[in-house]
C-alpha cells in the first residue's frame, strides 16, 4: 500500500511538472534553483509596500521583491513558536504529527526533512542560519551539504557558528554573516547541478539589536498604537480573561520582559532590526541577477511567526490571533511569476515542502499534510472558495501565560478553543471584524457556528489521533536555562 500511495504521488507530481512547464513562457522553463529565506517573528504587514504598514518603515528590498513577483496576502502558520513552526516547513505537517510541539522537544527519530529528497533528486543543499529544534542542538542534520548554524537562538553581534560540524568563532553582525555564507555557498556550489537553499535568519526575533548603520533611525518617529491595546472595559468585553491578565505579564504591554523595556523602545527596535534582514534580501537579489541565476531560481521569502506589537495588549506570538499567526510570504521567479502579481489564496508553511518539491520533480515518502501551491504561482491554479485550516499550541513553562490553544480558521470565521482553563472560549467573523474585537461565542445568532466549527475542530483532532496533549517534565529554573 506504501509502494502503491508513493507511486500515485510521483505520478501526480510529474503531471503537474508537465502542466507547469506547458503554463509558462515557451521561451522559459520552470526555475530549478531554489532559495527559501525565512526570518524570525516578521509580522505580516511590517513591509512598507502594504497599506496597513507603519508610515515611517522602509523595506526597499522587500518592496522590489513583491514588485517583480508575487504577494501571497493569506500566509500563516500552524503553531506560532519557532520550534514547530520550522519542523512544520521542512516536513510539511502538523506539530501534532511532527512532534517537535514547542522550543524544547527533541527531533523524534526517524524524521525525514524534505532537503534530503532534494538530494536524491540530485540538488546541492544547504542550510544557513537558525536552526532551532532538537533542544538547542547545532550539529549538521541530515539533508545538507552545507551547514552553518548555531545554538538556540544564537546572538546578533560575534556568533559562534557550527560550519560544517566544526565550531567557528565569528565577528561581526549575524544577519550580515549569514547572508555572507549564503552567497559563498552559490559561488562555490557545483555548477551542473542545481541548488537548494535554505537561508533561516535569527532576525527579528527579540531581545532586537539592529546592526549599526540602522541604530536609531527610526529614533524620531511616533508609534502607530493598535486601537485594540487600550486598557479599557469596552476594549475586553467578552474577551477570555487570561488575555487582559496578560498585559501584566512578561509578554503584555504594562509589565513587558518583567518591566525591562519599554513598548515605544521595543517597537523601534523590532522596525531597525528588520532592516537588516532587507538589507540581506536586496544583497540575495542582486547576487542572482548579477550572475544571470535570476531566470533559474525560484526565490521564497516567509516569516516563521506573526508577531503581537500591542494588539490586545500584548506582545510576542503563541496566540490565535491574526498578528500571532499570519506571515509575511512573497515569491519571486522572473519568466514563471509575473511581476506585481498576488492571491488572496490561504498559503500555510506546511504548504512550502511540497511546493519545492514539485518544482524539483522530487519523490518523498513523508505523509504530508501541506499541498503544493506552485500552481497558484505559475498562474494556473484558481482561488479554492475556503482552506480552513488547524492551529495549534502547546503551554509551555517557560511561558505560563498563555494556554494551549486549538482553532480552525477559514475565510470567515475563526473558532478558538482553550484547553485546561476555565474561561471563554473565541469566535472571529474576519471579514466583518478582521481586528477580532467582538467575540461572537455566546451570540445566539452564531451558535450555530460555533457548534460546527467547534465539531469540525474536534473531528480533526480525533481523525489525527492528536487528542493527547503533550505534557513536558520542567520547571521555570530549567525552562530558562534552556533559553540562555
Not at 552545507?146 to 567557528?168: E, H
Not at 533611525?217 to 468585553?237: F, G, L, R
Not at 534580501?281 to 506573526?306: A, F, I, P, Q, S
Not at 497558484?376 to 517557560?398: P, T, V
Request: contains cysteine; hydrophobic residues 35%; glycine residues 6%.
Amino acid at each position: 500500500m506504501i509502494k502503491l500511495f508513493s507511486l500515485f504521488r510521483a505520478s501526480r507530481q510529474w503531471l503537474l511538472f508537465i502542466g507547469l512547464l506547458t503554463c509558462t513562457a515557451a521561451n522559459a522553463a520552470p526555475p530549478k534553483n531554489v532559495i527559501f529565506i525565512l526570518s524570525d517573528d516578521h509580522r505580516y504587514d511590517f513591509m512598507s509596500f502594504m497599506p496597513q504598514a507603519p508610515k515611517f518603515l522602509k523595506t526597499p528590498s522587500l518592496d522590489k521583491l513583491a514588485a517583480e513577483g508575487m504577494h501571497i496576502k493569506n500566509a500563516f502558520v500552524t503553531t506560532s513558536l519557532c520550534s514547530p513552526s520550522r519542523a512544520s516547513i521542512l516536513t510539511g505537517r502538523y506539530a501534532h504529527h511532527h512532534g517537535i510541539v514547542d522550543n524544547s522537544s527533541p527531533i523524534p527519530q526517524g524524521t525525514t526533512f524534505f532537503p534530503a529528497d532534494l538530494q536524491q533528486a540530485g540538488y546541492q543543499t544547504a542550510f544557513i542560519g537558525k536552526w532551532h529544534m532538537g533542544e538547542v542542538d547545532d550539529q549538521p542534520q541530515q539533508g545538507f551539504n552545507r551547514w552553518v548554524s548555531f545554538r538556540g537562538q544564537g546572538q546578533y553581534v560575534d556568533p559562534l557558528l557550527n560550519i560544517d560540524g566544526k565550531q567557528t568563532q565569528l565577528q561581526g553582525y549575524t544577519t550580515d554573516i549569514l547572508t555572507d555564507y549564503a552567497i559563498d555557498f552559490m559561488d562555490q556550489r557545483k555548477k551542473d547541478k542545481p541548488f537548494f537553499l535554505y537561508l533561516s535568519h535569527k532576525a527579528v526575533h527579540a531581545e532586537f539589536i539592529p546592526p549599526e548603520r540602522h541604530a536609531g533611525e527610526y529614533a524620531d518617529v511616533n508609534i502607530p498604537y493598535p486601537k485594540t491595546m487600550a486598557n479599557t472595559e469596552s476594549n475586553y468585553a467578552g474577551k477570555p480573561h487570561w488575555v487582559r491578565a496578560q498585559r501584566d505579564s512578561w509578554h503584555g504591554v504594562d509589565y513587558a520582559y518583567h518591566g525591562d523595556l519599554k513598548f515605544d523602545d521595543f517597537y523601534k527596535s523590532y522596525a531597525e532590526t528588520l532592516l537588516g534582514v532587507d538589507d540581506s534580501v536586496g544583497r540575495v537579489m542582486r547576487y542572482l541577477k548579477e550572475h544571470n541565476l535570476d531566470k533559474d531560481t525560484l526565490v521564497v521569502y516567509m516569516g516563521d511567526n506573526g508577531f503581537l506589537l500591542g494588539e490586545h495588549g500584548l506582545i510576542d506570538k503563541r496566540n490565535a490571533y491574526e498578528e500571532s499567526i499570519r506571515v509575511p510570504m512573497l515569491a519571486w521567479a522572473p519568466g514563471m511569476i509575473k511581476a506585481g502579481q498576488s492571491t488572496d489564496t490561504l498559503v500555510r508553511n506546511i504548504d512550502v515542502a511540497p511546493t519545492i518539491l514539485e518544482l524539483a520533480h522530487a519523490k518523498t515518502d513523508i505523509n504530508m499534510d501541506g499541498e503544493s501551491f506552485l500552481p497558484i504561482l505559475a498562474g494556473q491554479q484558481k482561488r479554492k472558495d475556503d482552506r480552513e485550516f488547524m492551529y495549534e499550541y502547546y503551554w509551555e513553562h517557560a511561558f505560563p501565560h498563555t494556554p494551549t490553544t486549538f482553532a480552525l480558521r477559514g475565510e470567515q470565521y475563526k473558532f478558538i478553543y482553550y484547553h485546561g482553563l476555565w474561561d471563554k472560549n473565541e469566535l472571529y467573523d474576519l471579514q466583518n471584524d478582521p481586528q477580532e474585537k467582538i467575540n461572537l461565542i455566546d451570540v445566539p445568532a452564531y451558535q450555530d457556528v460555533r457548534k460546527q466549527m467547534r465539531g469540525r475542530l474536534f473531528d480533526r483532532l480525533e481523525q489525527d489521533k492528536a487528542m493527547k496533549v503533550p505534557m513536558r517534565r520542567g520547571s521555570w529554573q530549567a525552562a530558562e536555562r534552556l533559553l540562555d
